[in-house]
């Protein structure tokens, strides 16, 4: 009987084995970094990262609006130029000047508005930049408020002391306008806070009357005339201006708008208007307004 090699046999069979682990092993190290190289960023060096996401407001947007103001109008000056107008050439007005004397004050209202806007937004990743055109329509009736001014001034060169008396009434209605904006703003979340500075261009209907007199050596009692002593010299006007008339100016504020879907968004914001000084009036409003825009 022929007994078996186990020795070698047994030996055999871990050489195989062992074979098999080894290739085992340079599979595995093979198939490792492609296998699990989402797992193990971390450990791959200067790998380059993409770029931040943030909501999208590139293009161009429409959208309508509601809101509220107060407006004031300084009519101090208002009745300047007919009074001045009214009493040219007069001693009375060369010396004392009475058509700048106040008789009108600050008007102020409070009221609804409506309109509209349209823009442009660029994104360079959270930050905004834009130009936009804004319309708005208001309810303001500035009515000014009147104080008649009865005044005897010192003698003159002429050795004449004059009488004046005089009253008068302002208004600005039928407001709107218009204002071209730059935007700058922030993205933060689905959320776009933002200041702007623009240019306002608008009409305003202004009336402007007043009605006086000026008496030099006015009698204590009677009629001016010249045929009293001293002679009683009288000036007297009746004046008004009514026209619609052009506004410039410059408006400020800031606001927030809310992106709601990929196309709509939400929007409130704050605008301070001031225009400058026309028929001598100066307006000025604050604002409030909220509103709804689509954009492309």
């Not at 186990?6 to 085992?24: D, N, S, Y």
């Not at 093979?30 to 993409?50: H, I, K, W, Y």
């Not at 400020?252 to 000084?277: K, M, N, S």
């Amino acid at each position: 009987m022929i007994v078996p090699n186990r020795p070698l046999e047994t030996a055999g069979r871990e050489r195989t084995t062992a074979m098999r682990w080894v290739i085992c092993i340079l599979v595995c190290l093979g198939f490792a970094p492609r296998a699990f190289a989402q797992d193990f960023n971390v450990l791959r060096g200067t790998e380059s990262v993409g770029p931040a996401l943030f909501t999208n407001w590139t293009g161009f947007y429409v959208g309508g609006q509601y809101g509220y103001g107060a407006a004031s109008g300084d009519f101090s000056n208002a009745t300047s130029s007919i009074i001045a107008q009214a009493l040219r050439i007069t001693t009375v007005e060369d010396e004392f000047t009475p058509s700048a004397w106040p008789v009108l004050g600050t008007a102020t209202d409070h009221t609804s508005m409506f309109g509209g806007f349209i823009g442009y937004n660029s994104q360079w990743q959270n930050l905004i930049l834009g130009v936009e055109g804004n319309y708005v329509q208001t309810r303001f009736s500035l009515v000014a408020p009147s104080s008649p001014i009865g005044r005897i001034t010192p003698t003159d060169s002429g050795g004449v002391s004059w009488t004046v008396i005089f009253d008068g009434t302002g208004s600005a209605t039928n407001v709107d306008y218009g204002v071209l904006r730059g935007r700058a703003g922030v993205v933060l979340g689905n959320f776009l806070p933002y200041g702007f500075l623009g240019f306002a261009l608008g009409k305003a209907d202004i009336n402007v009357s007043s009605v006086g007199s000026a008496e030099g050596n006015a009698p204590v009692s009677g009629p001016c005339s010249s045929s009293n002593t001293p002679p009683c010299y009288l000036v007297t006007w009746n004046a008004s201006d009514s026209h619609t008339t052009l506004l410039y100016g410059a408006a400020a504020g800031a606001g927030l708008d809310v992106a709601i879907t990929q196309h709509l968004f939400l929007r409130g914001e704050f605008e301070y208007l001031r225009f400058a000084p026309v028929s001598d009036i100066v307006l000025s409003a604050i604002t409030a307004r909220l509103g709804v825009a689509f954009k492309f």
